[in-house]
């Protein structure tokens, strides 16, 4: 009779213990699953925050060009020509030198004397030598210089009607105190030149 009796559950608690090791193995499946999907939900989202960093900076870089590409469309258009030396791969001091002969030869001829003079080759802070560094050189000239007021008002004339590009970024003018005739001036202008 035991016998019997053992008979008539063995077949429940065979069918209970598949049904604890089924419950067992595919939990264990189910844990490693949803891990693993945690983990790609996780990378996901790095993805998406990095393919959003990287089209904000393509983004910005387009930007860049676009406004590099107007500003050299807007010299073009303007009608002066960047100086472009005769001798190709000259370092920027021996590109500017002609250039900057010119505007010696313009402060001579109006006969203005030159105190002293400061260069600044391709200044970090130019828009051409952050968007276009490979195609210009720049120099800042910084020029401490006397004159009267009639030699440099024709100067300064001049300089606006020069043949090529250039950018008289400021000028300070201040009479002389012992003959207000005679003026100091401190002008900085920035020279181009195609490389």
């Known amino acids: 009779m035991n016998s019997e009796k053992i008979k008539y559950y063995l077949l429940p608690i065979f069918i209970l213990v598949v049904i604890v090791a089924g419950i067992a193995y595919f939990g264990k499946n189910i844990y490693t699953d949803f891990e693993a999907y945690q983990t790609t939900k996780s990378d996901i989202s790095t993805k998406k925050t990095t393919l959003k960093e990287k089209q904000d900076k393509l983004e910005k870089l387009k930007k860049d060009e676009a406004e590099l590409a107007a500003k050299e469309q807007q010299t073009k258009s303007s009608g002066k020509p960047f100086y472009k030396p005769i001798e190709t791969g000259l370092d920027t001091e021996s590109v500017i030198t002609g250039e900057f002969s010119e505007i010696l030869q313009l ?12 260069y600044d080759y391709n200044p970090a802070d130019d828009s051409f030598v ?7 050189n720049v120099a800042r000239l910084n020029m401490e ?51």
């Open 145 to 195: 210089m006397i004159g009267n007021y009639t030699n440099y008002d024709n100067f300064l004339k001049e300089m606006y009607k020069h043949e090529h590009f250039l950018d008289i970024q400021s000028v300070e003018i201040v009479p002389y105190k012992k003959n207000k005739k005679i003026l100091l001036i401190n002008c900085k202008i920035k020279l181009y030149a195609q490389k």
């Open 130 to 136: 952050q968007g276009a560094g490979s195609k210009y």
């Open 107 to 118: 402060i001579r001829a109006n006969q203005i004397k030159v105190r002293s003079i400061s």
